[in-house]
């Protein structure tokens, strides 16, 4: 079937991170220190009423700022907790500030336009030119963009499907720590996709997921499909 990007979290494994005793203090004091990145990181907290209050209106001032600031984070932020409150002039000023940023190799620049291309935010709907950003992106080291460039190449989204090519960015990505990338890695081996079926390494990977906070990861290691 196909799979769905991780995109709709904003970057390296910030739901894991955000259930972590200290890095929400840790993001907070970033952002008054300055750190706009550390800024858009808070302000998903503050919407999700992660280990702090809920402020929905404090998060999208917060990510705005941040967004506005020049920081691509901030902007995938503002644009998942904003909704209908981010104008479409918003989205489209944040894609072209950022396009020039990627081009200068700015690895989340590059996975915020790719993003942005993929879900029509500012721009045509272009699954190609997203595969293209994500690629770019991934590239530079960027483990979100490999992991939305491996759903690319499973779905056959703006590339040729390749599981086989798949596979390969979702091990780079659980070889990074991301808890998607297992738990998806997982999957293709559970059900022979791209890989042979191997339902022990499976188990281990979901096992590995799960330990990492991938709720689905749990409940597949708890013998969800097994």
């Not at 990145?37 to 998060?59: E, K, T």
């Not at 409150?85 to 072209?96: H, I």
């Not at 020039?100 to 700015?106: E, K, S, T, Y």
């Not at 879900?119 to 030119?129: L, P, Q, R, S, T």
Request: hydrophobic residues 40%; proline residues 2%.
């Amino acid at each position: 079937g196909c799979l769905r990007r991780g995109d709709d979290l904003p970057g390296f494994d910030l739901g894991r991170l955000l259930r972590l005793e200290g890095y929400v203090d840790l993001f907070d004091r970033a952002c008054k220190g300055g750190d706009l990145r550390g800024c858009a990181s808070y302000a998903m907290a503050q919407d999700m009423g992660q280990l702090i209050p809920r402020d929905h209106a404090a998060a999208v001032a917060l990510a705005r700022r941040s967004c506005e600031g020049g920081e691509a984070q901030g902007c995938i932020v503002l644009v998942e907790v904003g909704g209908s409150e981010v104008t479409a002039d918003e989205k489209a000023r944040a894609v072209s500030r950022f396009l020039p940023r990627c081009d200068a190799h700015d690895a989340v620049a590059c996975r915020f336009v790719g993003w942005a291309h993929n879900w029509a935010i500012g721009v045509a709907k272009d699954e190609a030119a997203a595969a293209s950003f994500y690629q770019r992106a991934c590239d530079l080291d960027d483990t979100q963009a490999c992991m939305n460039l491996g759903a690319s190449y499973w779905n056959g989204e703006g590339v040729t499907k390749d599981l086989t090519r798949a596979v390969e960015l979702f091990r780079r990505v659980c070889d990074d720590e991301m808890a998607q990338g297992c738990a998806t890695l997982a999957n293709a081996y559970a059900e022979g996709a791209g890989v042979p079926e191997d339902r022990s390494l499976a188990l281990a990977l979901w096992k590995k997921a799960c330990a990492m906070g991938h709720a689905g990861a749990c409940m597949e290691s708890n013998g969800g499909s097994l």
